[in-house]
């Protein structure tokens, strides 16, 4: 294991970012649900802006343990056609669907119903807990590229060297402490690993904040 938790693995990751340190044009967005508490700790550290970016992935209908693509709050969509494995267009229709009612489910409680913040001309550092198929990183890309920031930077604990080299290729700068071959899950990563509700996602905003 490298980190304890996400805590750790926040702190650890913002040392790295000291250079956007005060940099009053820089945002961080997490991922949530497991992206929240690494993306807050980069904040606190660099005293920059935080905000919350909607993306869910795109499950098969038969586990909820992997996907085939993901979805944004502002409808951006990815599909890895490779990994669809007989998922037919009516089922995607069905799922995006689905996730689209939990996106403003989320909206409305972790972000309290308010627009994401503007993100024209920022440094924008793209967070989550970790990268494994990529899915929901690729969509936050593309809806981050639509509102015109300064600069993109990836920023997370754990990554894939495909999902390094990849992201490398479409975004300004990726920054990953962790990048084990082969790369099996981002739950390896961490000694303490657990599914993250929307109680203490709540719980950690209201601490970041008060």
């Not at 994401?116 to 969509?139: C, H, P, Q, Y």
Request: with cysteine; net charge negative.
């Amino acid at each position: 294991m490298v980190f304890r938790d996400r805590k750790d693995a926040g702190q650890k990751l913002a040392v790295v970012l000291e250079k956007y340190r005060d940099n009053p044009d820089v945002i961080v967005l997490a991922i949530p649900r497991g992206g929240v508490e690494v993306g807050i700790e980069i904040a606190k550290y660099l005293h920059s802006d935080f905000d919350l970016i909607m993306c869910r992935k795109l499950q098969y209908p038969w586990t909820t343990e992997s996907g085939y693509g993901a979805l944004c709050e502002d409808g951006t969509v990815y599909i890895n056609e490779a990994a669809l494995d007989g998922v037919t267009r009516s089922q995607i229709y069905q799922e995006i669907e689905r996730q689209q009612r939990e996106i403003l489910h989320r909206i409305e409680v972790l972000r309290g119903g308010r627009p994401l913040k503007n993100l024209e001309g920022k440094i924008v550092i793209l967070t989550d807990d970790g990268i494994a198929m990529g899915s929901t990183m690729r969509a936050a890309v593309a809806m981050i590229k639509k509102a015109h920031p300064k600069k993109i930077v990836i920023a997370v604990p754990t990554a894939s060297k495909a999902a390094i080299d990849h992201f490398s290729k479409i975004v300004d700068e990726v920054v990953v402490l962790y990048a084990p071959h082969p790369f099996y899950a981002v739950a390896d990563a961490y000694e303490k690993w657990y599914d993250v509700d929307d109680e203490e996602v709540l719980r950690l905003l209201r601490e970041y904040r008060g």
